[in-house]
């Protein structure tokens, strides 16, 4: 079956009741048993029954069941959020005195996650250039548990050799992890391209319209010690695991994802290719553009469609600040891959609480504004920017 059948047409773990076509929301805490020993297999996970919806629930179970159909996964694990699923995945990799090699080139929570809240207890994060294999060979050591990196980085639109980078994690025996976000898991085979597991903000395309939060750790099974970290003492212990009817709206927008994205993608290619062609516009970042400096590699590994999320420079901040003011469709608004087209200005909101330092470390520019591209006609939008440039 191809994604876009497969995505609607995962088998239920158990048969329904009612024989429901869309998976119920199970909105229960707690399941009955017939007898003391059912009771005592279910908590000790001797079988696949659900105990208690803090840890196992029927409607979530189902929801990283389609996902691990679709991606090829041995175990999908559901979050939160995707920064609960991050966090879960680094957490489960790492312990006191090892280091994670990964880059400057983050999500600004994820910079913070790695450098600040993980250093607390005794994680060493080793940032370099990505996109340099020797560099990150450098680095590495006796206590190096695991690279990670994002597939796409947000803002700065750099694309780095996955495989290049799963050679050297894999010599020396320990994960290479990434942060998938910015192109479904659909659109790429990951375990091919060397991942061992893949992070997830399900927030974002799978969701279908912001209509909930969560995240997933897509893990290919291939360090079991890692995943039963995962399984057990990070949904168990953390209490991070994703709520039924989270897992419902994000079943609903997973079976539309395929679709909205080949709109949303071609959408943002189009608006690219104009922006680059707009007085005004000092430079466009975006994969799908041939003169971008890893268009060549980001479509190797990823496809011919380079997501929905694009850039682009204006002469100043001033500028960018009158762009965003201007508005009038667009919404000013965070969040990526709405059904809305969404424009923010990521230097003063997103990566507004770290210093000049730390952005200019980030390569996050005061000039740059950050567009996720909806379901509106592209037309409709380059109108609407166009009016807001003048």
Not at 78 to 97: E, H, K, P, V
Not at 290 to 296: A, D, L, M
């Amino acid at each position: 079956m191809k994604n876009t059948t497969k995505a609607i047409h995962t088998p239920y773990q158990r048969r329904d009741a009612y024989d429901a076509l869309q998976m119920p929301v199970y909105h229960t805490l707690a399941y009955e048993f017939d007898n003391a020993d059912v009771m005592a297999d279910a908590f000790c996970g001797r079988t696949d029954a659900p105990d208690y919806s803090r840890v196992l629930n029927p409607t979530v179970t189902h929801f990283e069941q389609r996902i691990a159909h679709l991606s090829g996964a041995k175990e999908v694990s559901a979050f939160s959020s995707g920064m609960a699923a991050i966090s879960a995945m680094l957490m489960s990799a790492a312990s006191a005195g090892k280091n994670i090699i990964s880059s400057t080139h983050l999500f600004g929570n994820t910079y913070l996650l790695l450098t600040k809240t993980m250093a607390r207890y005794g994680v060493e994060a080793r940032l370099t250039d990505l996109t340099d294999p020797a560099a990150v060979e450098a680095l590495v050591d006796e206590n190096t548990c695991c690279i990670f990196l994002e597939s796409v980085t947000n803002p700065q639109t750099e694309v780095a050799d996955v495989k290049a980078l799963a050679a050297i994690a894999h010599k020396h025996g320990f994960p290479l992890i990434a942060d998938t976000t910015m192109i479904p898991f659909t659109q790429f085979d990951g375990k091919a391209l060397g991942l061992d597991f893949q992070v997830v903000s399900t927030t974002k395309y799978i969701s279908g319209g912001a209509t909930s939060l969560g995240g997933v750790i897509i893990d290919y099974g291939n360090f079991p010690e890692i995943s039963l970290f995962i399984k057990k003492d990070c949904v168990f212990n953390f209490g991070g695991y994703m709520t039924p009817h989270a897992a419902y709206m994000q079943t609903l927008g997973l079976e539309t994802m395929q679709v909205r994205y080949e709109r949303q993608a071609d959408s943002a290619l189009k608006l690219a290719k104009m922006l680059s062609q707009t007085p005004g516009v000092m430079a466009v970042g975006y994969p799908g553009l041939e003169s971008h400096p890893q268009h060549k590699l980001f479509t190797e590994q990823y496809g011919d469609r380079a997501g929905a999320m694009l850039t682009f420079d204006l002469e100043s901040e001033a500028a960018c600040k009158r762009f965003i003011n201007g508005l009038k469709l667009i919404h000013r608004a965070t969040n990526l891959f709405d059904n809305r087209t969404l424009a923010i200005h990521p230097a003063s909101t997103i990566f507004g609480p770290l210093t000049q330092a730390q952005r200019d470390a980030m390569d996050v520019k005061d000039t740059t504004i950050r567009l996720s591209v909806g379901l509106e006609d592209p037309e409709d939008l380059y109108a609407d920017i166009k009016q807001a440039l003048e």
